[in-house]
Structure formats: structure tokens, C-alpha cells
């Protein structure tokens, strides 16, 4: 009589069950080549997905993963949207636990930590492009408006970074009074203002105005200068110095 083999091995039934995605084939193979293609050739040589792909195989070393990052490209629209998209939208996505978020977020505040660190080496308005690269690495892609005052010293230093708010900055008296007694309590000789529009287009609107404005003659009789008021889009950037309106 022909034993099953559950029946020769009592402890089979507690044996994991391995998926065809799980088993080793020739996803190993393609991963060994994308990392040799990485150590030769740095990021230079990755496709998007192939990026999103490596960075998901470190916490699922024998799982293909190229499904997963494509569909995070076609969920997000890129990779600025896959790194900026909220935990719960991230893990929404088939074949999205938590291990694979966290990666994604590790590297996020990897890249944002570092575009911030050349920001703070040098005054910031002599450091313009540094800040443009900070600023748009952290905000362009935020689905809802977020506003945030720099706080810069007698030197143009920056010495704090602060997000006031997320949501409309329409409330105009609210963000006055907050913003100027901010800078008061940090000792801050100047502020930059900046928020970014979720539309992807930074032309300012008549509230952006309206509020630089506001902020700038409440803080001048003070000592509170207001240098500019950057608003950061995925199209680009607008400054409202630059455009003559403040």
C-alpha cells in the first residue's frame, strides 16, 4: 500500500506552503545581474522600475519584485510620487507589506536628510539651488498643500525648518500671527516662506500673495524680514521675490 507522504511525515502539515514566487528561479538570477549593473554602473544604469525592483528585493530576497514596482510607477506617476505617497496608499498596492513601505520610507528620509545637510553648510541665500533641490525633493510631490517657514539668522543661516500646517493657507490671519511669533521665540532675523501646490503648477494665486504680504509688514516693525515666498510644484518652482510681488 502506496504511504501519502503526509502520512510519512507527521510534521508536513506544519510545514510552510512555498509559492511559485517564493521558490528560486530565475528571479535570483536577474537580481545577481541588477547588482552587478549597480556596482558597475551606479544608479545611472537602473531603469525606474529596476530601482524600485532592487530597493523591494532587500527585505524580499526571494520574491520577484518587478511587478510590485511597476505597479507602484503606474499607481504614483514616478518615482516622486511612489516616495512621497502616504503609508497607507503604499501599502494599497498589491504586493506591498510593511517591510517593503519601510524601505521605500528609509530611503526617502535617506535622500531628503542628505539634499537637507547642503542646505544648512552654507547660507542659504547663497546656497539657492541646494534649497531648490531640498524643497522640491520634500514637497513637490505631497498631495495635499503643506506650509513651512525657514528661519534663517543674522547670517543667512538656516536654524530652523518648521512645517506650520497642512491643508489651504487661504486663513490668513491665522498663519500672521503664528508665523511672526514663531520668528520671534527663535531669534530669527528673516523667514522664507514656502508651500507647494499639490496641482503641480506653482503659479502663486491671490491668497499667496495676499498672506507674504500680510506676514511681511507684520514682521518688519519687528525685525522680522521676509525674504521671499517660494511655492514648489512638480512643474517647477515660482518665487515671489523674483516676480516682483513682495
Do not use: C
Amino acid at each position: 500500500m502506496q504511504h501519502s507522504s503526509l502520512a510519512s511525515n507527521p510534521d508536513a502539515s506544519r510545514l510552510p506552503v512555498m509559492s511559485d514566487a517564493d521558490a528560486p528561479n530565475d528571479a535570483l538570477g536577474h537580481r545577481a545581474r541588477l547588482r552587478e549593473r549597480l556596482v558597475n554602473g551606479g544608479g545611472e544604469a537602473f531603469h525606474d522600475h529596476e530601482l524600485l525592483e532592487f530597493i523591494l528585493a532587500l527585505g524580499r530576497p526571494r520574491v520577484d519584485t518587478k511587478p510590485t514596482a511597476k505597479a507602484l510607477l503606474r499607481e504614483f506617476g514616478g518615482l516622486g510620487g511612489v516616495f512621497a505617497a502616504d503609508h497607507a496608499s503604499l501599502a494599497r498596492v498589491p504586493g506591498m507589506g510593511e517591510l517593503s513601505v519601510a524601505a521605500l520610507k528609509a530611503v526617502q528620509a535617506t535622500a531628503i536628510r542628505l539634499v537637507k545637510s547642503a542646505v544648512a553648510e552654507r547660507p542659504v541665500l547663497a546656497n539657492w539651488q541646494a534649497l531648490l533641490d531640498y524643497l522640491r525633493a520634500d514637497m513637490a510631490h505631497h498631495v495635499v498643500e503643506r506650509f513651512r517657514v525657514l528661519h534663517l539668522d543674522t547670517r543667512n543661516h538656516l536654524i530652523r525648518d518648521e512645517v506650520m500646517s497642512e491643508g489651504s493657507i487661504d486663513q490668513a490671519a491665522v498663519y500672521v500671527r503664528e508665523v511672526v511669533k514663531r520668528a520671534l521665540e527663535l531669534g530669527s532675523a528673516a523667514v522664507i516662506l514656502v508651500h507647494n501646490h499639490p496641482s503641480g503648477d506653482p503659479s502663486p494665486s491671490r491668497a499667496d500673495v495676499e498672506i507674504t504680504k500680510a506676514i511681511a509688514a507684520a514682521g518688519k516693525p519687528l525685525g522680522v524680514a521676509v525674504h521671499d515666498h517660494l511655492i514648489i510644484g512638480t512643474r517647477g518652482h515660482a518665487s515671489l521675490r523674483a516676480q516682483g510681488l513682495i
